[in-house]
């Protein structure tokens, strides 16, 4: 039996098990024996019963503000670093380990009856993130929002164009998303922010590999936009928080802004900011066929009578935008 001093043995270790090299986050709770190395100072209770895990521009910043206001509902700490959201299971911040993660909860009050939850808008289309989210916190709640996709499509488009990106400002959106593979670098990155976060299903069926379809809830982000008090009760009901708090008492309609806010003092409306709920354009109609990549295409089926190209290495359809909407 030999041994080594702990960096040599790491590096040893990781020589003869090199697919252990990335790190995959468990709850040391669930696990007796790591449990029982598991400093005392410490707790599991500080990790989400629930994620909020988008895609951009459905709705969720609107879902999540609803959620914070419920009074057995409480988000993380806003992070600094990625614009208020964490992004831990998505990118480098993973590399963090779990108490970092731990870190942007508070210490819940009861940890049975209040609900923990968090909110990246970029987990739905992460291909790391299920995996991960899972093997942390294996009973979550996961809730998606989806729209239109085209819709979404539109929405971050016009999102970009608020921001000045030169591609968005210098195309239109049936251009962004018609162009071909030989467009600029910048028209591109445009264009797969449009589209790749709205194949929905492509992303689900990554997440019902690692989560059962009964922790899922697909939320209709038409139906929270036009009546949030309902897709509220829903949400409840799914996520199992008691007693059901009616919301009708803390939303409003704003006329001007043309949303659901909160009801402040006075009946007042506050609402999302400026960014949320944007005042642009309608979709153009007058523009003739206009296509839209929607669809993945199975590799072997028929493609005769359909326009298909290639996007993200998959193959995908194209169907016509103005039928979708
Ligand atoms: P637009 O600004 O294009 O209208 P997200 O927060 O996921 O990025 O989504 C932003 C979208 O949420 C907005 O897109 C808006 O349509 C929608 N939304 C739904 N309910 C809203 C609300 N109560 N207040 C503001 N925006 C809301």
Sequence with gaps: LQTLPPVQLAEKYFTIFPEERDPL???PCHDKRHKDIWSKEKTCDRLPKFLVIGPQKTGTTALYSFLTLHPAITSNFPSQF???EIQFFSGSNYQHGIDWYMDFFPFPSNASTDFLFEKSANYLDSDVTPRRAAALLPR???LVVLI???DRAYSWYQHQRAHQDPAALNYTFHQVVSVGLDSSPELLTLQHRCL???AYAMHLDRWLRHYPPSQLLVVDGAVLRSNPVQVMEGV???LGVTPIFNYTQVLVFDENKGFWCHRVEGGR???LGKSKGRKYPEMAVEVPP???VLFELPVAAPTAGLDVVEVAGVQWTLVNMQSMT
Aim: hydrophobic share 35%.
């Design 290 to 292: 206009c296509q839209i």
């Design 196 to 198: 790749v976060p709205g």
């Design 236 to 238: 409840q009901r799914f």
């Design 269 to 271: 409306p506050k609402c």
């Design 25 to 27: 986050w468990q709850n």
């Design 140 to 142: 979550a709640k996961i």
């Design 148 to 150: 239109n996709p085209v």
């Design 82 to 84: 990625t614009f208020e």
